[in-house]
């Protein structure tokens, strides 16, 4: 089961992403299901059920004799696009077994996930990597965050950020120092690793022709570059950084991804319309083992303090 749903998940972020960048479109065919389970090295019964999970979110549509196609979408179903009828069906069944009303099941997952205002600040030393977080800790999980370089914490300095925070964030590389402040500020935090399959097969599919990358900072351009080394198609990766090189040059038809970084020194340049390109929505990066931290933390932190108000 587990697997199924791992390879449902990057089934469906391969269509989206391809349909935002052009290289997919409504009936194009995708690959089979013995293919990919080649790719995935599973019984091809596994990818046939991922299949039908995304049939029954709409996203493809599976032709009898026929193979697999790109469904129809409308375009504001894209990026979050309503669960499957089954999956809501459940957890209202689930309330309904403990004696809930569906306003109350609604109701119950409000006060679990929005009681707390929860505060996360994010300590990193390149720019593109405080920021993207940062925007996917608000927008994903509903934090209010604040960006610290990590480069700014030495000499055992503490902003005053860091004492009103309630968890902080960081990546490996930066793990010994944040955990070092963690426990002297006796602040839980959370180390985030990067999704393993962000080289998967929607990248593997933009990279058969030029792909541009936007980034803010030089580092985060070294440290792409050296993410992509062993990927097929690696020479059509285009990186540039956005206050130095001519982001207006790209073609337009090109598949372009901005980060969260660059996007914020464009808006405050004024200069959001200079870039040529197709324009990427900007990827969830938060591997599940890192999603389910966070998810846990912000149950925990909410149900403790609805205890506390009883």
């Known amino acids: 089961m587990e697997r199924r749903l791992e390879i449902a998940d990057l089934l469906r972020r391969r269509v989206r992403l391809g349909l935002h960048a ?5 009936g194009d065919r995708l690959p089979s299901t013995r293919e990919l389970a080649a790719d995935f090295d599973v019984d091809h019964r596994v990818v046939v059920a991922a299949y039908h999970q995304l049939v029954a979110e709409g996203l493809v549509e599976m032709r009898p004799r026929g193979g697999i196609y790109v ?8 990026r979050e696009p309503m669960p499957p009828e089954q999956w809501l069906h459940g957890i209202l069944m689930q309330g309904r077994a403990r004696d809930m009303s569906m306003r109350g099941v609604i109701d119950a997952l409000r006060r679990a996930t929005e009681t707390m205002r929860l505060r996360a600040v994010v300590i990193h030393a390149v720019d593109d990597q405080r920021t993207g977080m940062c925007a996917e800790l608000e927008e994903d999980y ?7 370089n990590a480069a700014d914490l030495g000499n ?27 426990v002297s500020l006796e602040k839980p935090c959370i180390i985030a690793d990067v999704r393993t399959d962000l080289i998967g097969g929607e990248w593997r599919r933009l990279l058969r022709q030029p792909v541009y990358v936007i980034v803010r900072d030089a580092q985060f351009r070294s440290a792409l570059l050296a993410f992509f080394e062993d990927t097929k198609g690696k020479e059509n990766l285009r990186v540039l950084v956005v206050d130095t090189d001519d982001v207006a040059a790209i073609p337009s038809t090109a ?13 405050s ?8 390109g197709r324009v990427l929505p900007n990827a969830r990066t938060f591997s599940s083992s890192t999603a389910e931290e966070l998810i846990t933390f912000i149950l925990k932190a909410n149900l403790a303090a609805l205890s506390t108000r009883a």
């Open 255 to 267: 598949p372009t991804y901005i980060t969260r970084g660059a996007r914020a020194w464009l808006r």
């Open 156 to 182: 055992s300095a503490r902003p005053p950020e860091l004492r009103e925070a309630d968890l902080l964030v960081t990546t490996p590389a930066h793990e010994a120092q944040v955990r070092k402040i963690s």
């Open 22 to 26: 052009g290289s997919l479109s409504t």
């Open 142 to 148: 509903g934090f209010e965050t604040t960006a610290i």
């Open 269 to 276: 340049a004024g200069r959001e319309d200079d870039v040529g």
């Open 71 to 78: 469904a129809k979408i409308p375009p504001g179903a894209v």
